[in-house]
């Protein structure tokens, strides 16, 4: 059973950043993407980026020109660069790995951004 383990989410003023890292528990070879999601309070969880095994990336709108979505494939590790953080990208942000039908979590790590 593969685990991804989050780190690098905490406290940070607007304005700041932060910079997330996400690892397999083991080397994973057949991966079609790796992302990061995050969830707000009362809110659905939604889509922040994802990165191809190719390499292609994809990203919200709302964070495109801010964050940056970077793997290691060596590693299974996925990392997020958030700069310019605003207090709306305060929420629980969550690993995703997806083996081309089946999709496996990280237990999230908070951000939280205020003003």
């Known amino acids: 059973q593969v685990q991804l383990v989050e780190s690098g989410g905490g406290l940070v003023q607007a304005g700041g950043s932060l910079r997330l890292s996400c690892a397999a528990s083991r080397r994973i070879f057949s991966i079609r993407a790796m992302g990061w999601y995050r969830q707000a309070p009362g809110k659905q969880r939604e889509l922040v980026a994802t990165?191809?095994?190719?390499?292609?990336?994809n990203y919200a709108d709302s964070v495109k020109g801010r964050f940056t979505i970077s793997r290691d494939n060596a590693k299974t590790t996925v990392y997020l660069q958030m700069n310019s953080l605003k207090p709306e990208d305060t929420a629980v942000y969550y690993c995703n790995l997806d083996l081309s039908g089946l999709a496996i979590w990280g237990q999230g790590t908070q951000v939280t951004v205020s003003s």
């Open positions: 990165i191809l095994s190719g390499g292609s990336t």
